[in-house]
């Protein structure tokens, strides 16, 4: 059973557009929230995180909104840009363990 | 700066063969993870070390093996490989205290391929 459950699977955005990836978790136990950026051939790297004691967190156009009362999070790419092109994680890992749990993955296409 | 190395990048093996891949941490790292990503799917988490010992285990098979050395390093040995053993292989380290502690850096993998 995926303790972490993405969508969507696959996003296509012109350039200059918003990417929206939503993200939902059940294991109340989860305290750290991060997405990870993944290029072919490479390994993923880590791009923004959030604990549960906040509501958003923002970073450059790399936007994270967390609803704790609905075990939700999501990540909004601003101005998307070609270069944004790449596989996105969402991921939850709990207290102690900081071992991430990953989703399924959303394949970003940013059109020029 | 310094990243994770893993070695081999590729890798092919014929089924019941067996495979080893390595990872070097980044230097003062002292946890170590392994993830296997199948094609087109999440990283599944392997196992992990900590001070040369084991400390999490996920879903690795009982074929699989690993342990982390005094340098730090840390080998992933795969036995009686199977075809659906083919995937990407991400190593990756953190710090388990202190400032950037238990921010995952990941290598860019290890290919393998099972015939």
């Known amino acids: 059973q995926q303790q972490v459950k993405q969508s969507p699977q696959s996003l296509i955005v012109q350039k200059g557009g918003i990417s929206i990836i939503n993200c939902a978790y059940e294991n109340t136990a989860f305290d750290y929230f991060p997405w990870y950026q993944q290029f072919p051939g490479k390994g993923p790297a880590l791009l923004i995180a959030i604990r549960p004691d906040v509501s958003e967190k923002k970073e450059g156009r790399f936007t994270i909104s967390f609803n704790k009362s609905a075990k939700q999070f999501s990540l909004h790419i601003m101005d998307s840009q070609p270069g944004d092109s790449a596989t996105y994680f969402c991921a939850a890992s709990e207290g102690g363990s900081y071992i991430p749990t990953f989703g399924r993955g959303t394949s970003l296409i940013v059109h020029p | 700066a310094a990243g994770v190395i893993q070695s081999p990048r590729h890798l092919i093996k014929e089924k019941r063969e067996t495979a080893t891949l390595k990872c070097y941490p980044i230097?003062?790292?002292?946890?170590v993870y392994w993830y296997q990503q199948g094609p087109g799917q999440d990283p599944q988490f392997l196992i992990s070390f900590y001070e040369k010992m084991q400390s999490d285990k996920g879903s690795i098979p009982d074929r699989f093996s690993a342990q982390q050395f005094s340098d730090y390093h840390s080998e992933l040995n795969m036995s009686s490989l199977e075809l659906g053993d083919s995937a990407l292989y991400f190593c990756?380290?953190?710090?388990?205290?202190?400032?950037?502690?238990?921010?995952?850096?990941f290598g860019a993998g290890s290919r393998l391929t099972v015939l």
């Open positions: 230097p003062r790292h002292d946890t």
């Open positions: 990756a380290s953190s710090l388990a205290s202190g400032a950037g502690a238990n921010v995952l850096t």
